[in-house]
C-alpha cells in the first residue's frame, strides 16, 4: 500500500515530512475510524495545542491502475474495484490524483469503489493534442463508463473539478447518484457573476503570490511548520505534471454554464466551501445555493481554497453522511462520525 492515492506505490518527498495538521477534534473527543497514526502536535510557547498532526493514511490496495486509452489522450487513474456504490474524485487544477490522499483509504474502508485520476497534463496523464485539449466531461465520461463500466456513481469536485462535475451533470445526469461541489466557482458565464469574480479576485494585486499562500487557509499554514516554510510539501504534492512544466491546459465545456442551467440541475447535491478560502468565500457559496435551492449547504471553520486536505476530518464526515444518505446504507464498517465541530450547516435559502 502506498502513502498517495494516484500511484499505489511508496512515494517520498525527499526531506520532507509529510504530515497534515488537523485543526479541531470532532464533537466528542474520537477521531472517524481511518488508519491514521497519531503524531506530536503543534504546541506553542504555553504548552497549548494549536494544530494537531494527523498525517496522510496508507492508502488501500488499488485492484487496477494505470494509463486508460481514451480517445486522444491517456491519463493516469487508479481503481480501488468491490461491489460497494462508486465514488470518483475530480481535483483542483493545481492538483492531480494525488490529491485525494485523506479520502480514498476512508471511503473505501466505508464500502466504496473508490476511483481517482489526473486530467490531462496534470500528474502522470498526457496532455493529448495540443490544438484541442477537448472537453474535460467527455474525458471523465470516457474513462468512467466506457473504460471502467461503471453504470452510476457519486461525483466530487472540487475547485476546478467542481465546474467539470457541474457540467457532467448536466450532460449526463442519469449517471450520477449525486453531486459534491467544494470550494469550487462552477464556472458560471453570466456576465454579472463574471464581473463579481473579477472584483473578487483582483489578479493585479495576486498575480506574484504563490498559489500555496492563496489557498492554503492562514490558520493550515500558522499550525503547520512545513507549510510556513514556503509550502514545499503543498507544492510538491500538488502542483505536479506537464500542466507546470509546459503551460496551463484549458479544456472547454460541453454545456453553456449559465444560472438557468445551474437551475435545472437535479441531482442531489452538497455543496461545500472552508470559512477563509479567498476564491470561494460563504458569501459566494450562498449565491451559488440559491440557485441550487435542492442542495446541502455547508461551511468548514480553518479552511481555505483545499477544504479536503485543510480539515479532511471534517471533509470525510461530510461527504459519508450525505452519500450514506443517498444510498440508504452506513457503509460498510462502522463509518458514521460523530458531529464535527469544524463543519457549519447553512440555514435554507427562501426565494
Avoid at 72 to 101: C, E, I, K, N, Q
Avoid at 184 to 210: F, G, M, Q, W
Wanted: glycine share 8%; hydrophobic share 35%.
Amino acid at each position: 500500500m502506498s502513502r498517495l492515492t494516484g500511484f499505489c506505490r511508496p512515494f517520498f518527498l525527499p526531506g520532507i515530512l509529510l504530515s497534515i495538521f488537523l485543526g479541531i477534534n470532532s464533537a466528542h473527543g474520537s477521531r472517524p475510524s481511518t488508519e491514521i497514526r497519531e503524531q506530536p502536535s503543534v504546541k506553542n510557547s504555553s504548552n497549548k495545542v494549536m494544530w494537531n498532526a494527523v498525517p496522510v493514511p496508507e492508502q488501500a490496495p488499488c485492484n487496477r491502475s494505470g494509463m486508460a486509452d481514451l480517445p486522444g489522450v491517456r491519463l493516469w487513474y487508479s481503481d480501488t474495484g468491490g461491489d460497494g456504490p462508486t465514488v470518483v474524485l475530480s481535483h483542483a487544477h493545481s492538483g492531480s490524483a494525488d490529491f485525494w490522499g485523506y479520502q480514498q483509504p476512508v471511503l473505501t474502508k466505508a464500502g466504496y469503489r473508490v476511483i481517482t485520476y489526473s486530467r490531462r497534463g496534470h500528474g502522470k496523464s498526457e496532455r493529448g493534442n495540443e490544438t484541442d485539449f477537448g472537453f474535460a466531461d467527455v474525458d471523465l465520461h470516457n474513462l468512467v463508463v466506457t473504460f471502467l463500466g461503471v453504470d452510476k456513481f457519486h461525483l466530487v469536485g472540487v475547485a476546478a473539478g467542481g465546474g467539470i462535475a457541474i457540467d457532467y451533470a448536466l450532460s449526463h445526469p442519469e449517471r450520477l447518484i449525486s453531486l459534491t461541489i467544494a470550494s469550487s466557482l462552477i464556472d458560471v458565464i453570466d456576465p454579472e457573476y463574471v464581473k463579481l469574480l473579477s472584483n473578487l479576485h483582483r489578479k493585479d494585486l495576486t498575480r506574484n503570490i504563490p498559489n500555496f499562500y492563496i489557498e492554503l487557509s492562514a490558520s493550515y499554514r500558522a499550525g503547520n511548520p512545513s507549510e510556513r516554510r514556503r509550502g514545499l510539501s503543498w507544492r510538491k504534492l500538488v502542483m505536479s505534471g506537464d500542466v507546470q512544466n509546459l503551460g496551463k491546459i484549458s479544456q472547454r465545456h460541453t454545456n453553456k454554464i449559465i444560472w438557468k442551467a445551474v437551475d435545472s440541475i437535479k441531482v442531489p447535491t452538497l455543496l461545500m466551501t472552508g470559512d477563509a478560502d479567498s476564491y470561494v468565500p460563504p458569501s459566494l457559496l450562498r449565491l451559488q445555493a440559491s440557485h441550487m435551492k435542492h442542495a446541502e449547504v455547508l461551511i468548514i471553520s480553518e479552511a481555505g481554497h483545499a477544504p479536503n486536505w485543510e480539515q479532511p476530518e471534517a471533509f470525510n464526515s461530510a461527504v459519508l453522511k450525505f452519500f450514506q444518505k443517498q444510498d440508504g446504507t452506513t457503509g460498510g464498517q462502522s463509518t458514521t462520525s460523530p458531529a464535527n465541530k469544524n463543519i457549519v450547516t447553512l440555514s435554507a435559502f427562501a426565494d
